[in-house]
C-alpha cells in the first residue's frame, strides 16, 4: 500500500468472533503510543501506520489491541 509514492507498513488483525469494544493503537520506543487508523480492503480490517507517524530510525514498532471476549472477559 502506498500514499503520495511513500510506503507504508501494513498489517491485518483478527479479533476472536464475539469480541466487542476494541481498541487499537501502535507504539515506538522513542515516540511512544498512537492510535492505530483502521481501514477495510477486501472485506478485511487492517492497520495502518502511515509515514508521517513512522519514526525511520527505529526498525520496529508493537502494535496492541484490546477487546471484550464473547464470555465478557
Known amino acids: 500500500?502506498?500514499?503520495?509514492?511513500?510506503?507504508?507498513?501494513k498489517f491485518s488483525i483478527t479479533?476472536?468472533?464475539g469480541a466487542t469494544d476494541a481498541?487499537?493503537?501502535?507504539?515506538?520506543e522513542q515516540m511512544g503510543a498512537s492510535d492505530l487508523t483502521?481501514?477495510?480492503?477486501?472485506g478485511e480490517?487492517?492497520?495502518v501506520v502511515s509515514a508521517e507517524n513512522h519514526d525511520l530510525?527505529?526498525?520496529s514498532?508493537?502494535?496492541?489491541?484490546?477487546?471484550?471476549?464473547a464470555?465478557?472477559?
Open 57 to 59: 530510525s527505529e526498525t
Open 38 to 42: 483502521l481501514i477495510t480492503e477486501n
Open 45 to 47: 480490517l487492517y492497520g
Open 71 to 73: 464470555d465478557g472477559r
Open 23 to 28: 481498541l487499537y493503537g501502535y507504539e515506538f
Open 15 to 17: 479479533l476472536p468472533e
Open 1 to 9: 500500500m502506498s500514499s503520495d509514492g511513500i510506503v507504508l507498513d
Open 61 to 69: 514498532f508493537k502494535v496492541w489491541v484490546s477487546a471484550k471476549t
